[in-house]
T-cell receptor, first 114, second 114 residues
Framework: AQSVAQPEDQVNVAEGNPLTVKCTYS??????LFWYVQYPNRGLQFLLK??????LVKGSYGFEAEFNKSQTSFHLKKPSALVSDSALYFC????????????FGTGTRLTVIP | GAGVSQSPSNKVTEKGKDVELRCDPI?????LYWYRQSLGQGLEFLIY????????KSGLPSDRFSAERTGGSVSTLTIQRTQQEDSAVYLC????????????FGPGTRLTVT
């Protein structure tokens, strides 16, 4: 069975500080991994993905994530947080075979404090 | 280009009534997905269409839920005899599996069952 865990419902970070939003996953076989962001009253926006290759992937708005197969993790990071990064972040996994539907975590609300 | 569009944006209905939610995917995207986002929860996969193949209905919560995709483009999600627990935001996404794996989401339809 496929599942995603986002252990933190809420992450607070001061503007300018580095941020990390955690994600661990469970999937049969090799995974496709994704991060999406949801701003207030807006739809989900794709941030970045890991399909294959380099474990460190870079995405939109300066975000990056590192695929760690041994720890089954895909934590989202940014070196310097902006107030505008405040949003709801979802990690998602898809098995490499099958329908490619996404299994989402329950989301982490990031608040960047000015 | 145009993104995924959904209509209506909001729908309030009485318990027991049927509702239809519409999704227009991005032109050329062969895969279409429906998800449900309930308050305080992550996104729950409902159904998946890929080209002319039989849909993957494994996520539909009950037989009151059904969906169709006409002409490989527009999709309609139908909920019969709505219940209060059906209240949620229903999200549609599309993707072009050959070129990329990320899914592009519409703004969603907020369904409220009174």
């Amino acid at each position: 069975a496929q599942s995603v865990a986002q252990p933190e419902d809420q992450v607070n970070v001061a503007e300018g500080n580095p941020l990390t939003v955690k994600c661990t996953y469970s999937v049969s076989g090799n995974p496709y991994l994704f991060w999406y962001v949801q701003y207030p009253n807006r739809g989900l926006q794709f941030l970045l993905k890991y399909i294959t290759g380099d474990n460190l992937v870079k995405g939109s708005y300066g975000f990056e994530a590192e695929f760690n197969k041994s720890q089954t993790s895909f934590h989202l990071k940014k070196p310097s947080a902006l107030v505008s990064d405040s949003a709801l972040y979802f990690c998602a996994v898809s098995p490499q075979t099958g329908a490619n539907n996404l299994f989402f975590g329950t989301g982490t609300r990031l608040t960047v404090i000015p | 280009g145009a993104g995924v569009s959904q209509s209506p944006s909001n729908k309030v209905t009485e318990k027991g009534k049927d509702v239809e939610l519409r999704c227009d995917p991005i032109s050329g995207h062969t895969a279409l997905y429906w998800y449900r986002q309930s308050l305080g929860q992550g996104l729950e996969f409902l159904i998946y269409f890929q080209g002319n193949s039989a849909p993957d209905k494994s996520g539909l919560p009950s037989d009151r839920f059904s969906a169709e995709r006409t002409g490989g483009s527009v999709s309609t999600l139908t909920i019969q005899r709505t219940q209060q627990e059906d209240s949620a935001v229903y999200l549609c996404a599309s993707s072009q599996l050959i070129k990329s794996y990320e899914q592009y989401f519409g703004p969603g339809t907020r369904l409220t069952v009174t």
